[in-house]
Structure formats: structure tokens, C-alpha cells
């Protein structure tokens, strides 16, 4: 199993409703769960998908944890993907799931950040 993690911070542009609308549109993508949470004022917005690559005849997950206090938002992305054959090779899959969803985030004004 191969995984790739992002970490993204950015100043709010749009409300983590609008981004949410954004990441569901990515195509082929199925979502598993959507969990919403507000603790002491902080929005908490945890989001699975799954989705099938041909390349290694496995699925790939992604879970998404996006947080927003006052005018500051992150996003985890975590991805994971099962490789296949005796090898394991997941032939970047998973790499490929994370970036996708990255690059939708930057459009939002979001950037990578180092935790």
C-alpha cells in the first residue's frame, strides 16, 4: 500500500461549503462519508472518497479533513492506494488522487504548506 499526504492553509475566499461543492465535482470520484462538526467555533469537515484506477485495478482513497477558525481555513489531504500484484506496485494512483485534489484547493487559495 503506497500514500501520499498534503498539508494546505490559505486565508477564506469561500466558505468551506463552496469547497466542498468543488472537491465533490472531481469525476469518477465516490464519496464513502461527509462528517460536519462545530467545536468552540471551529468548523471541522472530515470527507472520504474512493475511486478506481485501471492502471492497477484497485481502488484509492482519499480522506480530506478541512478546518476553519475565524478567516483561517486548512486541509489535510491523505491519500492512499492499494497497489497490486506481488509487488504492490500502485503505479502512483494514489499520488495522482492527492495532487487532483490539491490543485482544485489551490484554486481556492489555498497553498502546501509544511506541518
Same mark, same amino acid.
Given at each position: 500500500? $503506497? %500514500?501520499? +499526504?498534503?498539508?494546505?492553509?490559505?486565508?477564506?475566499?469561500? $466558505? =468551506?461549503?463552496?469547497?466542498?461543492? !468543488? !472537491?465533490? =465535482? &472531481?469525476?469518477? +470520484?465516490?464519496?464513502?462519508? %461527509? +462528517? #460536519?462538526? &462545530? !467545536?468552540?467555533?471551529?468548523?471541522?469537515? +472530515? =470527507? #472520504?472518497?474512493?475511486?478506481?484506477?485501471?492502471?492497477?485495478?484497485?481502488? @484509492?482513497?482519499? *480522506?480530506?479533513?478541512?478546518?476553519?477558525? @475565524?478567516?483561517?481555513? *486548512? @486541509?489535510? =489531504?491523505?491519500?492512499?492506494?492499494?497497489?497490486?500484484?506481488?509487488? &504492490?506496485? $500502485?503505479?502512483?494512483?494514489?499520488?495522482?488522487? #492527492?495532487? $487532483?485534489?490539491? &490543485? @482544485?484547493? %489551490?484554486?481556492?487559495?489555498?497553498?502546501?504548506?509544511?506541518?
Amino acid at each position: 500500500m $503506497s %500514500k501520499s +499526504t498534503i498539508h494546505m492553509s490559505a486565508q477564506k475566499q469561500k $466558505s =468551506l461549503q463552496e469547497i466542498y461543492d !468543488i !472537491i465533490h =465535482l &472531481n469525476r469518477g +470520484t465516490e464519496q464513502v462519508c %461527509k +462528517t #460536519v462538526q &462545530n !467545536i468552540n467555533g471551529v468548523e471541522i469537515w +472530515t =470527507l #472520504v472518497y474512493e475511486k478506481f484506477f485501471f492502471r492497477n485495478g484497485s481502488y @484509492a482513497s482519499l *480522506t480530506i479533513v478541512l478546518t476553519e477558525f @475565524a478567516d483561517n481555513q *486548512t @486541509a489535510v =489531504l491523505a491519500a492512499s492506494g492499494g497497489g497490486e500484484g506481488i509487488f &504492490n506496485f $500502485s503505479w502512483f494512483a494514489e499520488q495522482d488522487y #492527492v495532487n $487532483s485534489c490539491a &490543485n @482544485a484547493l %489551490k484554486e481556492c487559495g489555498f497553498e502546501t504548506t509544511q506541518f
